[in-house]
């Protein structure tokens, strides 16, 4: 969400804009917002860097499975771009493997 500030004269006040996340509490001044997702609807939520981090995971675990033992019980390292199954402790560079996935395996969309 954007919280709006106006000049005594109603005129938009910029430096004063503020975007709220809206999966969490974070807030951050409009200007300095090169992280964040800010869709050009007012319809559609607005979310902070660590927030996208959480549902690009989520999305993303949703659609690989482990080469090992087919597991989808993954997790993504915050250090490096890297993804390790955590049933059978294998894992994947994002810099080694054309397409970040390597030789993890895409579920198919059920349709």
């Given at each position: ?62 659609a690989l499975r482990c080469p090992g033992c087919d597991g989808d019980d993954l997790d993504f390292s915050e250090t490096v771009p890297a ?29």
């Amino acid at each position: 969400m954007i919280r709006k500030a106006y000049k005594p004269d109603g005129t938009p006040d910029l430096r004063r804009w503020l975007v709220e996340c809206d999966a969490c509490t974070a807030t951050h001044t409009l200007h300095d917002t090169t992280d964040w997702v800010i869709p050009g609807n007012e319809l559609m939520p607005d979310f902070c860097p660590f927030c996208v981090g959480i549902i690009a995971a989520h999305h993303i675990s949703t659609a690989l499975r482990c080469p090992g033992c087919d597991g989808d019980d993954l997790d993504f390292s915050e250090t490096v771009p890297a993804v390790i199954c955590m049933t059978c402790r294998s894992f994947t560079y994002g810099d080694d493997q054309p397409g970040f996935t390597g030789g993890w395996f895409i579920t198919p969309p059920p349709f």
